[in-house]
């Protein structure tokens, strides 16, 4: 394994979307990101269901009118991404991020 990237991080570099590639091309980090969803109760289950096809969205939970979700990407724009597009649908109230983890990309291979 090589040795992992200790680059300074710049709070500036993280909202303008400079880490999102190094030189190799390939993202130096992972984000991962969960929200809870408010829908319809009547909704729910079919957002869930649509949620679930969206590119790096994991449904993990479906409760009344809660839904969990587990948002994956290089960047910070690929979780707003999906997040943004989930807020406006209908049926839902509100979308709420709740958590952020942003890893090394040397820490993927660990997870998988």
Do not use: C, Y
């Amino acid at each position: 394994m090589r040795e992992p990237d200790r680059t300074p991080i710049q709070r500036r570099d993280i909202l303008t979307g400079k880490l999102k590639q190094d030189s190799g091309g390939e993202s130096r980090f992972l984000h991962i990101s969960s929200a809870i969803v408010t829908a319809r109760p009547d909704r729910a289950a079919d957002l869930a269901r649509h949620f679930a096809t969206l590119p790096g969205t994991e449904v993990h939970a479906v409760q009344g009118a809660k839904i969990v979700l587990v948002l994956e990407g290089a960047s910070v724009g690929e979780i707003r991404q999906p997040h943004g597009a989930i807020s406006v649908m209908e049926g839902v109230f509100s979308a709420n991020l709740v958590f952020e983890q942003i890893l090394p990309a040397d820490e993927r291979e660990a997870l998988s």
